[in-house]
């Protein structure tokens, strides 16, 4: 039982099946898995011990729902009792008709005027089943179906990058290009303002997404977007 | 087709942009990589801008056609890959790639680039079929003009395999070339309210209101037309994309010959 030991210091990058931990006295967590006495990693990424857990902060990987999450999703198909979104991940998410609006929707109503197919929705997950089916609700602040604007499709784990420290990131692009800005947890992000801006947030979203490793962010995008904006 | 996402397209070209901060009719860097493939008898990979595609040319031997018994003939096959885009799916050929198949076939068979008597092994028993396959690696829009330009390309690359009687030895190859007297080159140029635009990206493609696909030759002559969208288009229009796709050819030949 005192035998336990760490095979692996802060801040290491693992790769599936690397050894972390030996022994009983460490707790498996997010991306990491216990067998028998051994924690192993399950994806690649970074390692971070916080006292006994052990944790993995993954460097890419697909979208995993989670409930409570407010994501980007496409109308992919119209069902008799919903609709059938696209969430970037690899499960089927369902919005229902009684969760789709405030308003009353009668019996047998032409539900493409409520959403129609390639139409993009802010919504939120209410509930993953066992399976991984998702339900999704347009009941909440701020949900709603986002007219014209373009999409960028990002990798997931980098979506806290975009969003910062409390926002900082995205509220930085948002006021330095005047675009809306709206990111979704599952990695799609939608920008709607004139084109020439819209341009360079979507790039300034693309340079975080492939260096969002290295130091000084922040400073690295506002010089970006200041010199794109010269042009 | 998208309503939200037509608005939005046309709200870029209306200001004389596009989503990678393109001019209308430009198009995005093409990049060309001849004879790629070791296994193939010929091979060519292109690129325009994130657009992958693949051609790999191979030498088969089989009977001829009976209304053409001197002549060899060639089969052009396109695999629209599910890695390439998440539209794709797996299986046999779906209605878009097989027009992209029949539009570079055309353009090659009707240009005459390629001497199908030279094929020809012995009159009315043994000829040559060429066979060319496109495969996208990465679909970002506009396959057709990348399809079409490493296919000619990857057909001037190609040399015979040897061969005795009937048998192909196809691990050594000869040196003999195959005869190509044109480069047929495809512009895809898209009409999208009243614009004209070339090399377009996947989202453009989507809300097109119509599409000519001009194969051109050198000598400016027409060899193959492919109309495709909802909407007519009337000869003005025609004139202006024929003029434009002859000015874009102009282009990639320049970049053919680096």
Redesign the interface.
Known sequence: MNKSKLKVSDNDIVVPGELLAQGMNYLPSHGTYRLKENILSSKLGLVRIDGKVIKLIPLSGKYLPKKGDVIIGKIKDINFSGWRVETNSAYVAMLSMKDASSDYIPKGADLTKYFEVGDFILTKITNVTSQNLIDLSMKGPGLKKLNSGRIVIIDPTKVPRIIGKRGSMVSMIKNSTKCNIIVGQNGVIWIKGEPEDEYIASEAIKIIEKESHVSGLTNRINEFIKSEKVK | ?????K??IE??LN?N?R???RKLTEFRKVSIEPDCIKTAEGSCRVKIGKTDVLVGVKFELGKPYPDKLDQGTITVNTELLPMSSPDFEPGPPGIDAIEIARVVDRGIRESGALDMKKLCVKKGELVWIVAIDICTLNHAGNILDAAGLAAIIALKTARYPSRKGENVDYKSLTKTKLSIKKTPIPITVLKIGKHFIVDPLV?EEKVLDSRLTITTTKDKKICSLQKAGDEPLSLEDIEKMIDLALEKSEEIRKIMKK
Do not use: R
């Not at chain 2, 087709?1 to 996402?5: G, H």
């Open positions: 087709m998208n309503k939200e996402l608005k939005h709200k870029y200001s942009t989503y990678d901060n989202e």
